[in-house]
């Protein structure tokens, strides 16, 4: 059974702080690996990556994939109090299976960010 | 062009009643997927539909859960003699067509369900 495990669990900072969240898996036949921020409601997109060393940028924040180490960070550079979310990574399933569409979320991570 | 769209927003049952939450897809998605997120839990996967297909239900209860995507309409999750373990937020995403590759899938803002 595919595996995804976020850490840490919770975080707060201060206005200004960089933040860097992980995120690991247990994947057979990796294919890709996607971040999500949720706020009270809908998880939003974040980023989706497939392969590793390849930077992806979104303002402030920036991630990263590695395949050696089975794992992704999530960087937030100059955090804003709006930044404060749960920040969830999921991997879809193996190549080999009959659906493509389930997502395997890990726990999330609790960002709070204090003025 | 708007996003997912689930309805409605919040849902109070009591136990024993049934509970049916509706989902509309972006336009131009034909794949939906239901994942429920219990307090304090992260997102479970329950179905994954296409348009009159369901392709991967591992994830739903035996009993008493249902899901349907019709050719015409919105996705509709079924709880039939709901009881107060199913009080959950559940989410709807969709994604574009292409089952064989993976496409970033986009959340609707949720059916928040309580059980008395």
């Known amino acids: 059974e595919d595996k995804v495990v976020q850490s840490p669990l919770s975080l707060v900072v201060h206005e200004g702080d960089t933040v860097t969240l992980n995120c690991s898996y247990e994947?057979?036949?990796?294919?890709?690996l996607l971040w999500y921020k949720q706020e009270k409601k809908a998880p939003t997109f974040l980023f989706m990556l497939?392969?590793?060393?390849i930077e992806k940028k979104s303002g402030r924040l920036s991630s990263i994939l590695d395949k050696k180490e089975l794992s992704s960070i999530l960087n937030i550079t100059a955090t804003q109090t709006g930044d404060s979310a749960i920040y969830l990574c999921?991997?879809?399933?193996?190549?080999?299976?009959?659906?493509?569409?389930?997502?395997?979320f890990g726990q999330g991570t609790i960002l709070t960010v204090h003025p | 062009n708007a996003g997912v769209m689930q309805n409605p927003r919040h849902l109070v049952r009591r136990r024993g009643q049934e509970a049916r939450l509706r989902c509309s897809p972006m336009?131009?998605?034909?794949?939906v997927y239901w994942y429920r997120q219990l307090p304090e839990e992260g997102l479970k996967f329950m179905v994954y539909?296409?348009?009159?297909?369901?392709?991967?239900e591992s994830g739903m209860p035996k009993e008493r859960f249902s899901a349907e995507f019709p050719k015409e309409g919105p996705s509709i999750l079924r709880i039939q003699q709901v009881v107060r373990g199913d009080s959950a937020a559940y989410f709807c995403?969709?994604?574009?067509?292409?089952?064989?590759?993976?496409?970033?899938?986009?959340f609707g803002p949720g059916t928040r369900l309580t059980v008395l």
């Open positions: 995403a969709s994604s574009p067509q292409n089952r064989f590759f993976v496409n970033e899938q986009f």
């Open positions: 994947v057979t036949n990796f294919r890709s």
């Open positions: 497939t392969s590793s060393g």
């Open positions: 999921a991997v879809p399933p193996n190549a080999g299976g009959t659906s493509y569409g389930k997502l395997t």
């Open positions: 336009k131009g998605h034909s794949h």
């Open positions: 539909l296409q348009k009159e297909n369901i392709i991967d």
